[in-house]
């Protein structure tokens, strides 16, 4: 089944404690971004990926890295994250750039206390 | 900076009744997306509309391009209970970027 997956779902936290979100698409898409949904606010593309080692900031880059050394994987890392990442989080993938439709995965709920 | 103003943020309509969200661009878009997300559930790709004056039917589902390519709409016909959820429209400015509306929630009166 084609699918883009996350981890973990939920996840609580405490300020200053690295994390790492990892998403996986088994599409062989090239284009992978990721979101933060928060209310009133609707999605922000934080960073995006148009291929293997190719990153670029989105809107809200400040406080996320991420890595694109495979092609099916795209983790989203918190170096040291605050209140204000508290917020929904999906990955997204699409088969090139954004003419094309973009297929998100689950979500992952971070709690920063 | 390059926004898509999404309106409006919450309808609630009665079952049947019809219902529009609009997003308008102050600048050209090169393409223009819309998703729907189920309450709980994540962005669900709906269509793509990239010619000027486009319009596409899907069902009870209208999508419009404006002439100018800086307004899209989406109309439904009748709503059902299924159609429950937040819609966003996403842009593409000429960029790798998809700018994304703040989304229009629909709640649905049985």
């Known amino acids: 089944e084609a699918q883009v997956t996350q981890n973990p779902r939920y996840l609580i936290t405490v300020t200053g404690k690295k994390l790492t979100v990892t998403c996986s698409q088994n599409?062989?898409?090239?284009?992978m971004s990721w979101y933060r949904q928060d209310p009133g606010l609707g999605l922000r593309q934080i960073y995006y990926?148009?291929?293997?080692?190719?990153?670029d900031k989105g809107d809200v880059p400040e406080g996320y890295k991420v890595s694109r050394k495979e092609k099916r994987n795209f983790p989203l890392i918190l170096e040291s994250p605050s209140p204000n990442q508290t917020s929904l989080y999906f990955c997204?993938?699409?088969?090139?750039?954004?003419?094309?439709?973009?297929?998100f995965g689950p979500g992952t709920r971070l709690t920063v206390t | 900076g390059q926004q898509v103003m999404q309106i409006p943020q919450y309808q609630h309509v009665q079952e049947g009744e019809d219902f529009t969200t609009y997003c308008n661009s102050s600048t050209t878009l090169s393409n223009i997306q819309w998703y729907k997300q189920r309450p709980g559930g994540h962005p669900v790709f709906l269509i793509q509309l990239v010619k000027s004056g486009e319009v596409k039917k899907q069902k009870r589902l209208t999508f419009q391009f404006g002439e100018a390519k800086k307004n899209s709409s989406l109309h439904i016909t009748a709503t059902q209970t299924t159609d429950v959820g937040t819609y966003f429209c996403a842009g593409n400015f000429g960029n790798e970027k998809l700018t994304f509306g703040t989304g229009t929630r629909l709640t649905i009166i049985p």
């Open positions: 990926s148009m291929n293997v080692e190719v990153t």
């Open positions: 997204a993938s699409s088969l090139a750039r954004t003419l094309y439709e973009q297929y």
């Open positions: 599409m062989n898409h090239e284009y």
